[in-house]
């Protein structure tokens, strides 16, 4: 079966399931990069320090962050606060997996 029938075919079947793919705007996002990045620049470091030592607690997947656009606008707000001077696609890419990671958000 030629690759694009393959996708197609493997679209529909997560579609019919409910079983969605990652929301459009993280399509195609580097992963790796995304989890060096996050090691990287201390993330979860200094949301240890914040948290008394549970890095992941300041994720709250719902209470502010309700959808893909909000979370990954979140981590261009953090890179320009912080001054971590990350590019656009960086910035994409961390915030994929935060989503994969934690927050799950369908679109
Ligand atoms: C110097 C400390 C510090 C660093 C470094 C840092 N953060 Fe944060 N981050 C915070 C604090 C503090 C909050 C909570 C802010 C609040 O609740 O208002 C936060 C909140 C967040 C949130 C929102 C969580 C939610 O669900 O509301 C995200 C997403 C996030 N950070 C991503 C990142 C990423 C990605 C990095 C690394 C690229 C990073 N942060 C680096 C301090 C930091």
Redesign the pocket.
């Known amino acids: 079966m030629p690759r694009a029938a393959a996708a197609l075919l493997l679209g529909l079947l997560l579609g019919s399931t409910g079983l969605r793919a990652e929301p459009a705007i993280f399509q195609g996002a580097d992963l790796a990069m995304g989890r060096k990045?996050?090691q990287e620049?201390?993330?979860d470091a200094?949301?240890a320090e914040?948290t008394g030592g549970k890095p992941h607690a300041?994720?709250?997947?719902g209470?502010?962050?309700t959808n893909a656009g909000y979370?990954r606008g979140?981590?261009e707000q953090?890179?320009t606060e912080?001054g971590?001077s990350l590019f656009p696609e960086d910035v994409t890419a961390?915030a994929a997996v935060?989503n994969l990671e934690h927050y799950r958000f369908k679109d």
């Open positions: 990045l996050i620049n201390r993330c200094c949301h914040k300041i994720y709250r997947p209470k502010r962050l979370l979140m981590v953090c890179n912080l971590l961390i935060l």
